[in-house]
């Protein structure tokens, strides 16, 4: 059983001078696009120490204006430097023109896209395309949304689903952003409605799982990972490995960030969560 956590700047110092015990960390890929300078370093030394999985939040995978050339190239760049066990991005969009036939922009965010055949189609083609450029499948990440389409014609773990078998991508299933996903919809069983998701997904098609903390608003909640993982997120761990398998899972943390303890915590009661869950 693989568990990790992501390497965020307070901890670097520690995780290289003291190597906890952990089996491998991630980075936000587009940290470590330039080609020298103190970033590149510490991720060289980082990967000296740990397996590394790069995790991009820019490729924009389901953008109907493609990828972004310069993007992609860097990333495989940074591929090839640094050999990571995984690459992934978001099944979401933030590429588009600002007006009909003008300069395409990146608007920074992950934005949802539609569950639609259309949809799926432009979302299978970028990513055949960054697998081809990488030469490897990558993960792909279903993803936290505030909005839906009411042109959805297609279930999200259907739409995933017929992803990997169209593209030969992989899944990192991210359990937080289907309980706040849930939640936000009000369903009536919030739990039983992440499970029965898990439940509809292939078997063999998931690489990796992210664990995260929500922020609990009034009227909404919010994918903030800025906080322990909730217990219903555990429950939900548990369903999902006796489901998939022991994949390997990380946990992350993005705001307020913790003393490196903490995450350490976190990622030893994933394993233990794991361990009993696949016994």
Known sequence: MMVGIGARQPHYAALIEDVPPLDFVEVHSENFFADGG??????????????????????????????DPWHLDRLARLAQRIEPVRVSDHACFARAPREPGGPVVHGSDLLPIAFTEASLDILVRN?????????????????SAYVSYADDTIPEPQFLAELMRRSGCTLLLDLNNLMVNALNAGASDPLASCCAFVDSLPRDGVAEIHLAGYNQMQDIVIDDHGSRVRPAVWQLYRHAIARVGAVPTLIEWDTDVPALQVLQDEAEQARRVALGASA
Do not use: K
């Open 38 to 67: 103190a970033s590149l370093a510490v991720l060289n030394r980082l990967r000296e120490r740990y397996p590394v999985s790069l995790h991009g939040v820019g490729l924009a995978l389901g953008s109907a204006a493609g990828l």
């Open 127 to 143: 990513v055949v395309q960054v697998q081809e450029r990488l030469r490897r499948p990558i993960a792909v990440e279903n993803l």
